[in-house]
C-alpha cells in the first residue's frame, strides 16, 4: 500500500474528485491501544483465557479491559500476553513481589555473550517489576518448571530466531 503523501508527491498538479477518493481511502490503524476509536477492531484475552475480537465501542468495560492491560491491536500479541502471564503465574507460585530487607534472589537477563539467565541477591536496592525469592533454591525450581527458553522469551522479550 501506498500512503497518501506518497500519492500527493507522485500525482503532483493533478486534481482529484474528493468523494471518489473517499471510497479508495483507507483510514490510519491505530499505533497503540490507547489511539482506539469508535469501530476499529481489537483483540482481549477472555475469562477462559481465548483471545477474542472485538470492535471498540468505549463502552466501560472496554474502557475498564485497557486500564488493566487486557486490550491489543492483533490477535498475536494477546496469545503472547497469554503465555506471559502463565511464565510469570509459575514464577509467582516460588516467588512473591514483596521486598524483603533480608532474602531478595532474583533472575536477569545477560546479553553480553548470549542471552543467558543469571541468578543474584540484592539486599539494599528494589527494582520495578522484579519477581523476588526467600532462596536460590525456590528459584531454581521456579525457572525448572516454567522453562529457562520461556522465560527468555515472554519475560525478558529475548527473540529465539
Known amino acids: 500500500m501506498i500512503k497518501v503523501e506518497e500519492i500527493a508527491e507522485k500525482y503532483k498538479g493533478y486534481e482529484v474528485d474528493e468523494e471518489k477518493l473517499k471510497e479508495f481511502l483507507t483510514p490510519p490503524k491505530p499505533k497503540t ?8 477492531k481489537y483483540w482481549y484475552i477472555s475469562d477462559y483465557g481465548q483471545i477474542c475480537k472485538s470492535t471498540w465501542t468505549n ?14 491491536l492483533t490477535k498475536k500479541e494477546g496469545e503472547f500476553e497469554v503465555e506471559r502471564r502463565k511464565v510469570e ?8 513481589r514483596e521486598y524483603k530487607s533480608k532474602d531478595n534472589y532474583y533472575m536477569y537477563c545477560d546479553y553480553y555473550q548470549s542471552p543467558s539467565i543469571e541468578i543474584n541477591w540484592c539486599g539494599s536496592a528494589q527494582n520495578q517489576g522484579t519477581i523476588y525469592y526467600d532462596t536460590k533454591e525456590l528459584l ?10 520461556n522465560i527468555k522469551k515472554y519475560i525478558f522479550g529475548v527473540d529465539a530466531g
Open 89 to 96: 503465574t509459575i514464577l509467582l507460585k516460588y516467588g512473591r
Open 33 to 40: 491501544v490507547w489511539d482506539l476509536k469508535e469501530s476499529d
Open 140 to 149: 531454581d525450581q521456579a525457572i525448572e518448571e516454567a522453562g529457562e527458553d
Open 59 to 72: 463502552f466501560e468495560c472496554e474502557i475498564i479491559r485497557r486500564a488493566i492491560g487486557n486490550c491489543f
